[in-house]
């Protein structure tokens, strides 16, 4: 089989370490010749970078491995790249999340106002890193994590409008297959066979079943939910926070048990309960600067001064869990090299799989995916509640990628007040006033 050139983009990414796990657990399947980490951050590359190097040594000798800040190297006859960059980085998702909160709104990295300025910094650089790709190789797989992942895929999809090898990925319903495996305690995620429709972060599973003798698991893990709770598959090492938003879904199931909500719907579903249990002084970008961001870099150092990775404690855990993050973007690769056919929930534009749902809406479905890329299933028309739920968001997404292209103060403000987590003009205008003074480095000027 030929090998590939495979180059990360947000090389520096906490997410990282995962993904090259990842690349070690798939050799076979999906054999690498070069790996290239690109960052703009050079103290955080070069911690990655040496981390990567040290890695692969122990666990890919074969595997050249190189990490540059330099567009042409990184992006020069790729096959594969992945992105994962974040643009203003923690200290402007602090910022994102802490200006909705003081304003009595939800702050949340992807979700509402939050998401909103995370928008609008992270289309320019966006664009920016597909032009040079393109430049370089313009035939490679870009496959896109980067977040907001909706408002992401919109602006790329409006952008580059004859691109067919971007895809826009997240791993939250991989994440919430694996938390449904964990508490029925008999079946593989890999085993279930998923029904879902919505956007990015905003989705629900309409059903479940078993690969193997086609069971409707749907009914028996709504009511564990009900019965027992809901946490994460990993919920031994995941950040308090998170457990309090997983234990939160029993809570939209008991008010509305028609479909399998995603985690993130509750930011707009329940903002009122939602907002009560975020600390306004201490949020989740918080939490990840002195938890994940602190523990990865601790390890790259670590494992760098020691010069070897056999001291490292991260990688033995990596190893021998499952990774959503990590499996996923490496699986999705793979099914396109190797033209699987497998069905993943993905970002593609609508184009008829939601009748009733715009043409050009970039929507959320199950995808049966190879080597030409996602084709979706048909998921058929929706019923009033879920369509107008979703016709409100897409108009705020839309909305958001108008107001970037066009510099637009007002359609920035209409996005905001379509917001769910926001609804009211004046508090919109408010939060989008000082939006606009922290963010000045990074947004397009508004008029
Ligand atoms: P992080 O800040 O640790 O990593 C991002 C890296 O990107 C940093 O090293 C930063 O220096 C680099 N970067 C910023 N701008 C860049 C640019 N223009 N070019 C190249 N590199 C650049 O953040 P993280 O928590 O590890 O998350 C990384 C990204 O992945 C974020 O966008 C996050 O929202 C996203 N993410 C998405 C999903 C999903 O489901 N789609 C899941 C997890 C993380
Ligand atoms: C999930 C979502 C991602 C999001 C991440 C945030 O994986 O699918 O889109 O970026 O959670 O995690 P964090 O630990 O950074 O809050
Ligand atoms: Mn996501």
Same mark, same amino acid.
């Given at each position: 089989?030929e ?5 990360i983009?947000g ?6 370490p ?5 690349m ?13 980490l690109?960052?703009?951050d050079?103290?955080?590359l070069?911690?990655m970078?040496k981390y ?9 000798p074969?595997?050249e ?12 006859d790729?096959d ?10 923690f200290k402007?998702?602090e ?9 009595g709104?939800?702050g949340?990295e992807?979700?509402g ?17 597909v032009?040079e790709?393109?430049?370089?190789s313009?035939r490679?797989?870009?496959i896109n994590?980067t ?12 952008a580059?409008?004859?691109?067919k ?8 319903p991989? *994440?919430?297959?694996m ?7 008999n079946?593989k ?15 629900w ?5 078993n690969k193997?003798?086609?069971e409707?698991?749907?009914?028996k ?5 009900l019965?027992?709770g809901?946490y994460p598959a990993?919920k031994? *090492?995941?950040?308090?926070s998170w457990?309090v ?6 809570h ?12 993130y719907?509750q930011y ?7 907002? *009560?249990?975020?600390n306004?002084?201490?949020t ?7 938890g994940?961001?602190?523990?990865v870099f601790s ?5 760098? *001064?020691?010069?070897?990775i056999?001291?490292s ?30 069905h993943?929930?993905m970002?593609?534009?609508?184009r008829g ?5 715009p ?8 995808c ?10 048909p ?8 369509k ?5 968001q897409?108009?705020?997404?839309k909305l958001?990628?108008?107001a ?14 379509l917001?769910?987590?926001?609804i009211?003009m004046?508090l ?9 003074i ?7 000027v508004?008029k």
């Amino acid at each position: 089989m030929e090998k590939l050139r495979v180059c990360i983009a947000g090389g520096g990414s906490t997410y990282t370490p995962g993904i090259l796990v990842g690349m070690i657990k798939k050799k076979k399947s999906f054999p690498l010749k070069k790996l290239v980490l690109y960052d703009i951050d050079a103290e955080r590359l070069e911690k990655m970078g040496k981390y990567a190097l040290l890695l692969m040594k122990e666990y890919y000798p074969e595997l050249e491995v190189i990490y540059t800040a330099d567009k042409e190297t990184a992006f020069k006859d790729m096959d594969f790249v992945f992105c994962q960059i974040r643009t203003g980085g923690f200290k402007m998702r602090e910022l994102d999340e802490k200006i909705p909160l003081r304003n009595g709104a939800i702050g949340q990295e992807t979700c509402g106002a939050g998401g909103f300025a995370y928008g609008m910094r992270s289309i320019g650089d966006m664009i920016r890193l597909v032009e040079e790709i393109r430049i370089h190789s313009p035939r490679a797989w870009i496959i896109n994590y980067t977040n907001p992942a909706a408002i992401v895929a919109l602006a790329l999809d409006m952008a580059f409008p004859n691109e067919k090898r971007i895809l826009n990925i997240c791993d939250q319903p991989i *994440s919430l297959m694996m938390a449904y495996a964990r508490l029925l305690g008999n079946i593989k995620y890999q085993d279930m066979i998923p029904h879902y429709f919505g956007l990015n972060h905003f989705g629900w599973f309409t059903k479940i079943i078993n690969k193997n003798n086609n069971e409707d698991l749907t009914e028996k893990i709504k009511q564990k939910i009900l019965e027992e709770g809901f946490y994460p598959a990993d919920k031994e *090492s995941r950040d308090p926070s998170w457990l309090v938003t997983y234990e939160t879904v029993r809570h939209m199931l008991e008010l509305d048990p028609t479909y399998l909500p995603n985690t993130y719907l509750q930011y707009y579903l329940l903002p009122r309960r939602t907002l *009560s249990h975020l600390n306004p002084e201490y949020t989740r970008a918080n939490e990840v600067m002195d938890g994940r961001e602190k523990r990865v870099f601790s390890e790259c150092e670590r494992v760098i *001064s020691s010069g070897t990775i056999r001291v490292s404690a991260l990688v033995e855990k990596e190893m021998n869990k499952e990774d959503a993050h990590g499996e996923m973007i490496l699986e999705i690769a793979e099914a396109i090299l190797h033209d699987q056919g497998r069905h993943y929930v993905m970002m593609v534009k609508n184009r008829g799989v939601i009748p009733n749902l715009p043409e050009e809406a970039i929507v959320e479905v199950v995808c049966e995916l190879g080597k030409e890329g996602p084709k979706p299933l048909p998921v058929g028309k929706i019923g009033t509640y879920h369509k107008g739920l979703i016709e409100q968001q897409y108009a705020y997404e839309k909305l958001t990628c108008d107001a970037y292209f066009e510099g637009s103060y007002l359609k920035a403000l209409q996005a905001l007040t379509l917001n769910r987590t926001i609804i009211d003009m004046e508090l919109a205008k408010k939060i989008l006033d000082e939006l606009i003074i922290a963010n000045k480095d990074y947004w397009p000027v508004l008029k």
